[in-house]
């Protein structure tokens, strides 16, 4: 079965810090790619970064970066100087050939001013 | 590029109806994916299609039903409905690759009394 992890559903942190939020994934498929969504109150789904699963390299996007770790089949996601705006839901997600995507439950991120 | 549309934002039916939600895709995209939203639950992939074919199938009722117009603008039916159908629906579009990431609209919010 392909499952999505998120183990933390609610996170909280201070302006201008760091905060790490986590996923793990199960699958037997070896192709196959990651990402992090972000919903805020408006409701839309944000995409916030995607990693391949064949790289080694952990992408990055500005003050978002993720931890990948292939053989654990974690996808962590870091977000260095929060800020209010990125208070949301974050949900991770991959996605298999055949255009199939698996989300997690997600986790509530509140930036404390 | 206008993004991903999804009407109606909200709707309120009671129990036994049926509803019919529309998405209309940003142009060049002919995935169209369709996700029921609940606390607790997170995404649940309902169907995938493109080019007008249904690709790929979630585990719901047969009273989820979809379709894709040449266009590939996309309309999701709920047929009968269940007090537990009461969720935010979210579409999704894409090129329909696997690596490529899915673009949501803001949602439908349907509630069933």
């Known amino acids: 079965a392909q499952t999505v992890t998120q183990s933390q559903p609610e996170m909280s942190v201070q302006e201008a810090e760091t905060v790490t939020l986590s996923c793990t994934y199960d699958?037997?498929?070896?192709?196959?790619?990651l990402f992090w969504y972000k919903q805020p109150p408006s409701r839309q789904m944000i995409l916030v970064i995607r990693?391949?699963?064949?790289?080694?390299q952990n992408a990055t996007e500005n003050r978002f970066s993720v931890n990948f770790q292939k053989a654990a089949k974690s996808f962590s996601l870091k977000i260095s100087d929060s800020q209010l705006g990125d208070a949301a839901m974050y949900f991770c997600?991959?996605?298999?050939?055949?255009?199939?995507?698996?989300f997690g439950t997600g986790t509530s991120l509140t930036v404390i001013p | 590029k206008a993004g991903v549309t999804q009407t109606p934002r909200y709707l309120i039916k009671t129990r036994g109806q049926q509803v019919t939600l529309s998405c209309s895709p940003i142009?060049?995209?002919?995935?169209v994916s369709w996700y029921q939203q609940t606390p607790g639950q997170g995404l649940q992939f309902l169907f995938e299609?493109?080019?007008?074919?249904?690709?790929n199938k979630g585990n719901f009722p047969g009273r989820f039903s979809g379709r894709q117009f040449s266009n590939s603008r996309s309309e999701m039916n709920v047929s009968t409905l269940e007090l537990g159908d009461s969720a935010l629906y979210l579409c999704?579009?894409?090129?329909?690759?696997?690596?490529?990431?899915?673009?949501f609209g803001n949602g439908t919010r349907l509630t069933v009394t």
């Open positions: 997600a991959y996605g298999l050939t055949g255009n199939q995507f698996y």
């Open positions: 142009s060049g995209h002919r995935s």
């Open positions: 299609y493109f080019s007008e074919t249904q690709r």
């Open positions: 990693q391949e699963a064949y790289k080694q």
């Open positions: 699958t037997s498929e070896s192709d196959y790619y």
């Open positions: 999704a579009s894409s090129f329909g690759r696997y690596n490529s990431p899915l673009h």
